[in-house]
Structures are given as structure tokens and as C-alpha cells.
């Protein structure tokens, strides 16, 4: 069985500790973002705390 599957969340290494984005990944994470901005052009912030909210319910919830 996997290690890292039974390690906490708090006991597993973070593996984007010390990341720095090169230009590259921060130009096309901009792309994604105006690309998806304009597919959900009534998406506001409150559904995005509440879509997170949910998420971090499920994830407290064991699903």
C-alpha cells in the first residue's frame, strides 16, 4: 500500500514547497483565468465562497 495514502494531510510533504512559477506557467495560468472568466461571465465571488465552503464540508465529511 501507498505511504503517502496513509499519512494525514498535516504529516504529508507539501511538493510544491519552494515552487517558483517560471513565466511560462504564470502566462498560461493568466490565459486559463480570462479563458474561464469569460465562459462564467455571472460567477461572483460569493458562489466561490460558498463552492469552497462545501468543498472543505465533504472533505471534514471523509467523501
Do not use: C, F
Request: hydrophobic share 30%.
Amino acid at each position: 500500500m501507498d505511504k503517502v495514502k496513509n499519512l494525514s494531510i498535516d504529516q504529508q510533504e507539501d511538493q510544491y514547497e519552494g515552487y517558483e512559477p517560471d513565466h511560462k506557467d504564470l502566462i498560461a495560468h493568466e490565459e486559463a483565468l480570462a479563458e474561464w472568466k469569460k465562459n462564467n461571465p455571472d460567477w461572483t465571488d460569493e458562489d466561490a465562497a460558498d463552492y469552497y465552503a462545501q468543498l472543505q464540508i465533504d472533505i471534514a465529511r471523509g467523501k
